[in-house]
């Protein structure tokens, strides 16, 4: 009787692991591997866990089995996101971006699938959880506009793919499925050169307008204005470097060091925007003497009456007063970004010149995002086209 059960167990147990799993070489890939015994004849027997084209992928799913995590039955989604994938985003990246991923990953994903295993996320499965995103509710409206939900499939897609890469996932479901079609309505990103005119003649005599002439000759974005500073600045030569932003983390504004290297540049003007940066350097000047004690010397070319740093929110209400003076339609402050791109491309002529004064990384992006129509420019270029074509008078 006990030889019989023994035997039964045995049968039932049919391999023993023994030591770490092990990470070789073989046949040009990557395998993990598990040395162990068969109980009932006390024979070694190697059992291939798992096998990866790159040493990186096979070494995360190692560290993951030795962790007693990797393609276990109850590990779901919810568990890996909140326990593994943002744990490991936090502080190697941006404030912004990571609050960004919580939202995603809490609002939207985890309520959906957060119950669903990780290793039952199929490409069906996240077709549902688009379509649901995409449907209506009880107010008639989508949960999400197209944007947003590209986003959050971004935001989600990367967390399978490093599931993969730490050998949770033999592969990341979310590439076989369609992210929704893009937002098409048109919106006004940028003026023409007729109201950009107007608006910086509605905002000639407020105390920030020079910061205003500046983003629309320059391009700079809202957070480089806000942190220039007179150092960076040389109106004899009528150029600036840009070497800092400030930005908002968590509402509260933040000086920070640029994203990228080919955001830090110099950035040349003409002798009319050295004028105006003059002009506004001397009333800060009466500013700084008129509230004594009060100010707050911070060094940078644009602040509040006492000194200190513009809330970029406060710099967005502001513009959208001046707006509203001019009469022109309404944009954001990257508009005014969109605006210098636009009126630059016509002007200048030279889109490498213009992708080194904004600060792109990608060409691509000066030429496909920050093109718009520029009335006056075009309506010359049509003359000129209609003069090509238009055969000459005959003589009298």
């Known amino acids: 009787?006990?030889?019989?059960?023994?035997?039964?167990?045995?049968?039932?147990?049919?391999?023993?692991?023994?030591?770490?799993?092990?990470?070789?070489?073989?046949?040009?890939?990557?395998?993990?591997?598990?040395?162990?015994?068969?109980?009932?004849?006390?024979k070694r027997r190697?059992?291939?866990?798992?096998?990866?084209?790159?040493?990186?992928?096979?070494?995360?799913?190692?560290?993951a089995v030795t962790a007693g995590r990797a393609g276990t039955d109850t590990e779901t989604l919810?568990?890996?996101?909140?326990?593994?994938?943002?744990?490991?985003?936090?502080?190697?990246?941006?404030?912004?971006?990571?609050?960004?991923?919580?939202?995603?990953?809490?609002?939207?994903v985890v309520p959906h699938l957060g119950a669903v295993r990780l290793r039952d996320v199929t490409p069906e499965v996240l077709d549902g959880w688009l379509r649901e995103l995409s449907l209506a509710g009880q107010t008639g409206k989508a949960r999400l506009g197209p944007t947003s939900t590209r986003l959050v499939r971004r935001i989600l897609s990367m967390a399978l793919e490093e599931a993969v890469q730490r050998g949770r996932l033999a592969r990341n479901p979310m590439r076989l499925t369609q992210p929704p079609r893009p937002d098409r309505t048109h919106k006004k990103l940028g003026w023409t050169l007729?109201?950009?005119?107007?608006?910086?003649?509605?905002?000639?005599?407020?105390?920030l307008y020079a910061?205003?002439?500046?983003?629309?000759?320059?391009?700079?974005?809202?957070?480089?204005?806000?942190?220039?500073?007179?150092?960076d600045v040389e109106l004899d030569q009528g150029q600036l470097e840009v070497?800092?932003?400030?930005?908002?983390?968590?509402?509260?504004?933040?000086?920070?060091?640029?994203?990228?290297?080919?955001?830090?540049?110099?950035?040349?003007?003409?002798?009319a925007t050295s004028a105006t940066l003059v002009e506004h350097r001397q009333h800060q000047r009466e500013e700084a003497d008129f509230v004594g004690g009060a100010w707050m010397e911070s060094g940078l070319v644009?602040?509040?009456?006492?000194?200190?740093?513009?809330?970029?929110?406060?710099?967005?209400?502001?513009?959208?007063?001046?707006?509203?003076?001019?009469?022109?339609?309404?944009?954001?402050?990257?508009?005014?970004?969109?605006?210098?791109?636009?009126?630059?491309?016509?002007?200048?002529g030279d889109d490498k010149v213009m992708q080194e004064r904004l600060g792109h990384s990608d060409i691509g992006i000066t030429l496909n995002t920050?093109?718009?129509?520029?009335?006056?420019?075009?309506?010359?270029?049509?003359?000129?086209?209609?003069?090509?074509?238009?055969?000459?008078?005959?003589?009298?």
């Open 46 to 63: 190697v059992k291939q866990l798992a096998t990866f084209e790159t040493k990186r992928a096979a070494t995360a799913h190692l560290k």
């Open 243 to 271: 070497v800092q932003q400030l930005t908002l983390e968590r509402g509260r504004p933040v000086l920070k060091q640029l994203k990228t290297e080919y955001s830090e540049r110099l950035v040349t003007f003409g002798p």
């Open 1 to 42: 009787m006990y030889a019989l059960r023994d035997r039964t167990i045995a049968q039932m147990v049919q391999w023993i692991a023994v030591g770490e799993p092990q990470l070789q070489r073989q046949r040009r890939k990557w395998v993990v591997r598990q040395a162990g015994y068969d109980p009932a004849t006390g």
């Open 78 to 108: 919810a568990d890996f996101l909140e326990s593994v994938w943002l744990p490991s985003k936090e502080g190697r990246v941006e404030v912004s971006t990571y609050d960004q991923y919580c939202w995603a990953v809490r609002r939207h």
């Open 370 to 396: 920050y093109t718009h129509t520029v009335s006056e420019q075009h309506r010359e270029a049509g003359r000129r086209l209609d003069d090509v074509f238009t055969p000459p008078a005959p003589p009298a």
């Open 194 to 207: 007729d109201e950009a005119r107007a608006f910086l003649a509605a905002s000639s005599g407020h105390r």
């Open 302 to 348: 644009f602040t509040t009456n006492l000194g200190g740093w513009i809330d970029p929110n406060n710099f967005r209400r502001l513009m959208d007063s001046m707006i509203d003076k001019a009469g022109v339609p309404r944009i954001t402050p990257k508009g005014m970004r969109h605006t210098a791109q636009s009126v630059g491309r016509v002007v200048v």
């Open 211 to 231: 910061a205003f002439h500046l983003c629309l000759v320059t391009g700079l974005r809202r957070g480089e204005i806000l942190a220039l500073r007179w150092a």
